[in-house]
T-cell receptor, first 112, second 113 residues
Framework: GNSVTQMEGPVTLSEEAFLTINCTYTATGYPSLFWYVQYPGEGLQLLLKATKADDKGSNKGFEATYRKETTSFHLEKGSVQVSDSAVYFCARHNNAGNMLTFGGGTRLMVKP | EPEVTQTPSHQVTQMGQEVILRCVPISNHLYFYWYRQILGQKVEFLVSFYNNEISEKSEIFDDQFSVERPDGSNFTLKIRSTKLEDSAMYFC???????????FGSGTRLTVV
């Protein structure tokens, strides 16, 4: 089936530290992959996406590369800010593209 | 930037009552979705809707749930007889197509007492 596994949080970093949040997906077909961010008390916002192997999605300093060989889509940022504190969700489409399956979410806390 | 609008933001209902959660998707989007998130837990898919019919639904979306697009702009989720375990944040989303990301609304927090 379709599933997404991401590292459990919380991840606590100091400001300007390097961030990696791991995400792997089940390899059924060639799904589009996404990262969503949920700030406290808000809904889900699309952060970035990649639709095929070796694509790199990027936005607001965050990046993730679609790695077919390792079925991964790890989220990275070179220098986090306090304002990046949020819950990050990795997600994949099913083959029909009409359903997103989310990982369990990873809470990031950035301290000044 | 266009938004998905959900109302109400918070609804409290008694167990066994019917609730209708309302959503106004982005006007040129063709695909509509409902998800829910029980407090602190995973975001779970409920249903997707395209061309005036359900295109996919999860095992959560049983006979107690229904969706409707009554007037070409609203997209509603009805729960016929609410249970305590239906308490969650319900998110509506819409998208232009199957390779695009979804735009989510801010959610309706449903509390069943």
């Amino acid at each position: 089936g379709n599933s997404v596994t991401q590292m459990e949080g919380p991840v606590t970093l100091s400001e300007e530290a390097f961030l990696t949040i791991n995400c792997t997906y089940t390899a059924t077909g060639y799904p589009s992959l996404f990262w969503y961010v949920q700030y406290p008390g808000e809904g889900l916002q699309l952060l970035l996406k990649a639709t095929k192997a070796d694509d790199k999605g990027s936005n607001k300093g965050f990046e993730a590369t679609y790695r077919k060989e390792t079925t991964s889509f790890h989220l990275e940022k070179g220098s986090v800010q306090v304002s990046d504190s949020a819950v990050y969700f990795c997600a994949r489409h099913n083959n029909a593209g009409n359903m997103l399956t989310f990982g369990g979410g990873t809470r990031l806390m950035v301290k000044p | 930037e266009p938004e998905v609008t959900q109302t109400p933001s918070h609804q409290v209902t008694q167990m066994g009552q019917e609730v209708i959660l309302r959503c106004v998707p982005i006007s040129n989007h063709l695909y509509f979705y409902w998800y829910r998130q029980i407090l602190g837990q995973k975001v779970e898919f409920l249903v997707s809707f395209y061309n005036n019919e359900i295109s996919e639904k999860s095992e959560i979306f049983d006979d107690q749930f229904s969706v409707e697009r009554p007037d070409g702009s609203n997209f509603t989720l009805k729960i016929r007889s609410t249970k305590l375990e239906d308490s969650a944040m319900y998110f509506c989303a819409s998208s232009r197509g199957t390779v695009y990301g979804y735009t989510f609304g801010s959610g309706t927090r449903l509390t069943v007492v």
